[in-house]
C-alpha cells in the first residue's frame, strides 16, 4: 500500500497542463481515479497549513472520475477535460457541497442546484475537488476577510495570496488542483493571480452565466477561470462561456475556441501603454517587471504607444461607491428567516433580524452594506450613487477610445507584489487602493488577462494586466501568451 500512495502521488508531484493530463487518461497512461485519488492526498497533507480548501466533494468527484475511466476502457470519445481536477470557489453554489461565501451566515449551507459554470465544468468531464476558501461574499483583497481563516500564499506563507478569490488562485500555484474558477467584481481573479504566480482571466461582463453566483455586486460580478498557463485558462473560459436562459445579462455572442486563438502569433498587434498605470505608488520591482514584459512584446513583433485613460484616478472611489451599493442590496436577503444563520437571543421579529445581520456579518461585509446604503439614502443618492454611474461611463468611454487605436492595453495587474499578512487589515483604505489597476476594466465591462511576467528580488511573483476590447479575449490571450513564451 505504501507503494501504491507514492505512486499516486508521483501523479501530481509536478504540475501538468490539461493537454499532457488528459491524453494521459485518454490513452490509458493515468486513471481519472488514480489522479483525483493523488490530488486529495496532496491535498490532505498541504491543505491544514495553507487553508486553501474550505469543504471536499470527495463523492462526487470519484464518481465522475469512475465514469471517465469507464469511458476510456471503452475507448469511447473523452470529453475535453476528462478527468481533470479542478476546484471551485466558494461563492458558487454546487448542490450537495456547502457554499458559504466564506460567511458565518451561510455556514453548512447546501444549495439544491449547481452554478451554471460549475455545471458545464462537469459536463466537460472536470472532477470537482471541492470548495475553495474566499473573502466573505468576495469582499476583500487579501483573503483574510473570511470567516473560516485567511489562506496563506503558497510562494510564501507569511504572505497573502490576494483576494478575493485567494483559494482559487493559491491552490493552482500549490498544485492542489490543476486549474480553478473564481470570481472578479474589481480584481478578485487577477489581483490574486498575480501574487500567487498563475493565470488568472475577467471574462467580458455577459461573456459567462452568472446564474448560481451569490451576488456581491450584480453590474460587476464576473465568474472566470485561474489556471497554470494561459493555454489551459483559454480552453477552460472556452468551456464555461456562452448564452444562459437562466441569467438575462449574459451574452448571445458567439464563442470563439480561446485555445485555438491563443496559439496564434501576436506580431503585429497593437499594444496601449497608459501613464496613468506607471505613476506614483507603484513599486519598483513591479515597474522593471512589468517594462520588462513590454520589451517582450517589441521583440514579438508587437507595437508599442502611449495612450491615456485620465479618468483612472477616480477609478476606486466610484468602483467602491457602486460595488457597496450593489452589496448592501444583494445582501438584504440574507436576513436569518429563509435559509443560513439565525440568531439564537432574539425576542422580537425585528430583533431576530438585526442580531442575525451582526453575528452572521464579518467586519469588511458590515463595513461594505453600510456605505452603501449611505450612498443609496434619500438626500445622498444623487450626490454619490448617480454620480459614480456617471463616471463609470466616462471611463468606459475612455477605454473605447483607446481601443480604436490598439488591440490591447498592458498594465500592472497590482502596484505591489504580494504583502505581508495583516500588513493592511488595520487601514481599508490602504487595502482599497490595492485595487487600483484593476477596478477600471471591470467598472468599463471590458474583458482582461493576468500573466505572471517576472519576480521581485525576493522571488515573489509579479503579473502584468492585459486588457481588451468587449468580447476580445481572443486578443487577451495571444498577448498573454507572447508574455508567457517570454518567461519561458
Given at each position: 500500500m505504501a507503494g501504491e500512495a507514492k505512486t499516486a502521488e508521483n501523479l501530481v508531484e509536478k504540475p501538468q497542463t490539461l493537454e499532457a493530463l488528459r491524453a494521459g487518461i485518454v490513452a490509458g497512461r493515468t486513471r481519472a481515479t488514480e489522479l483525483a485519488a493523488s490530488y486529495y492526498e496532496r491535498i490532505e497533507k498541504k491543505n491544514p497549513r495553507l487553508n486553501i480548501y474550505l469543504s471536499l466533494t470527495k463523492e462526487r468527484a470519484l464518481e465522475q472520475a469512475a465514469r471517465m475511466d469507464a469511458l476510456a476502457a471503452k475507448g469511447d470519445p473523452l470529453p475535453p477535460l476528462a478527468g481533470i481536477p479542478i476546484g471551485i470557489k466558494d461563492v458558487l453554489v454546487m448542490q450537495g457541497a456547502p457554499s458559504t461565501a466564506g460567511s458565518k451566515i451561510l455556514e453548512g449551507y447546501q444549495p439544491p442546484y449547481d452554478a451554471t459554470a460549475v455545471k458545464k465544468l462537469e459536463a466537460a468531464g472536470a472532477v470537482l475537488l471541492g470548495k475553495l476558501n474566499c473573502d466573505e461574499f468576495a469582499m476583500g483583497s487579501s483573503n483574510e476577510n473570511s470567516a473560516y481563516g485567511p489562506v496563506l500564499n503558497p510562494v510564501d506563507p507569511e504572505r497573502v495570496p490576494g483576494g478575493s478569490s485567494g483559494g482559487s488562485a493559491a491552490a493552482v500555484a500549490a498544485n492542489l488542483a490543476v486549474a480553478t474558477l473564481g470570481t472578479d467584481t474589481g480584481g478578485s481573479i487577477r489581483q490574486p493571480a498575480s501574487f500567487c504566480g498563475v493565470v488568472g482571466?475577467?471574462?467580458?461582463?455577459?461573456?459567462?452565466?452568472?446564474?448560481?453566483?451569490?451576488?456581491?455586486?450584480?453590474?460587476?460580478?464576473?465568474?472566470?477561470?485561474?489556471a497554470g498557463n494561459v493555454r489551459d485558462a483559454a480552453t477552460l473560459l472556452g468551456l464555461i462561456a456562452g448564452h444562459d436562459p437562466s441569467d438575462a445579462t449574459s451574452s448571445p455572442a458567439p464563442v470563439p475556441d480561446f485555445a485555438a486563438e491563443s496559439d496564434k502569433p501576436a506580431a503585429g498587434l497593437r499594444i496601449g501603454v497608459p501613464a496613468e498605470y506607471f505613476a506614483e505608488g507603484l513599486d519598483s520591482e513591479v515597474r522593471a517587471a512589468?517594462?520588462?514584459?513590454?520589451?517582450?512584446?517589441?521583440?514579438?513583433?508587437?507595437s508599442v504607444k502611449p495612450v491615456s485613460l485620465p479618468h483612472t484616478k477616480y477609478a476606486v472611489p466610484?468602483?467602491?461607491?457602486?460595488?457597496?451599493?450593489?452589496?448592501?442590496?444583494?445582501?438584504?436577503?440574507?436576513?436569518?428567516?429563509?435559509?443560513?444563520?439565525?440568531?439564537?437571543?432574539?425576542?422580537?421579529?425585528a430583533a431576530m433580524y438585526s442580531n442575525s445581520r451582526d453575528q452572521g456579518f464579518g467586519a469588511e461585509v458590515k463595513r461594505r452594506i453600510l456605505l452603501g446604503t449611505y450612498a443609496l439614502s434619500a438626500?445622498?443618492?444623487?450626490?454619490?450613487?448617480?454620480?459614480?454611474?456617471?463616471?463609470?461611463?466616462?471611463l468606459a468611454e475612455e477605454f473605447l477610445r483607446a481601443f480604436a487605436e490598439v488591440d490591447a492595453i498592458v498594465?500592472?495587474?497590482?502596484?505591489?507584489?504580494?504583502?505581508?499578512?495583516?500588513?493592511?487589515?488595520?487601514?481599508?483604505?490602504?487595502?482599497?487602493?490595492?485595487?487600483?489597476y484593476t477596478v477600471t476594466a471591470s467598472l468599463a465591462g471590458i474583458c482582461g488577462v493576468s500573466v505572471p511576467c517576472?519576480?521581485?528580488?525576493?522571488?515573489?511573483?509579479?503579473?502584468?494586466?492585459?486588457?481588451?476590447?468587449?468580447?476580445?479575449?481572443?486578443?487577451?490571450?495571444?498577448?498573454?501568451?507572447?508574455?508567457?513564451?517570454?518567461?519561458?
Open positions: 482571466v475577467l471574462p467580458t461582463y455577459g461573456r459567462v452565466s452568472r446564474y448560481g453566483l451569490i451576488a456581491y455586486a450584480s453590474s460587476l460580478d464576473r465568474i472566470g477561470p485561474l512589468v517594462e520588462s514584459g513590454i520589451a517582450a512584446l517589441e521583440a514579438a513583433g508587437c466610484t468602483y467602491y461607491l457602486i460595488a457597496t451599493a450593489e452589496a448592501s442590496a444583494n445582501l438584504a436577503r440574507f436576513d436569518g428567516v429563509r435559509y443560513g444563520y439565525r440568531s439564537p437571543s432574539s425576542e422580537t421579529l438626500g445622498y443618492y444623487d450626490a454619490y450613487y448617480l454620480k459614480a454611474q456617471q463616471v463609470r461611463r466616462l498594465t500592472p495587474t497590482s502596484p505591489v507584489p504580494a504583502f505581508r499578512l495583516g500588513e493592511k487589515t488595520g487601514d481599508p483604505v490602504s487595502m482599497y487602493l490595492a485595487d487600483i517576472g519576480a521581485t528580488k525576493a522571488g515573489l511573483p509579479v503579473g502584468m494586466q492585459i486588457l481588451a476590447a468587449h468580447l476580445k479575449e481572443a486578443t487577451a490571450f495571444r498577448v498573454a501568451r507572447a508574455v508567457e513564451a517570454a518567461q519561458a
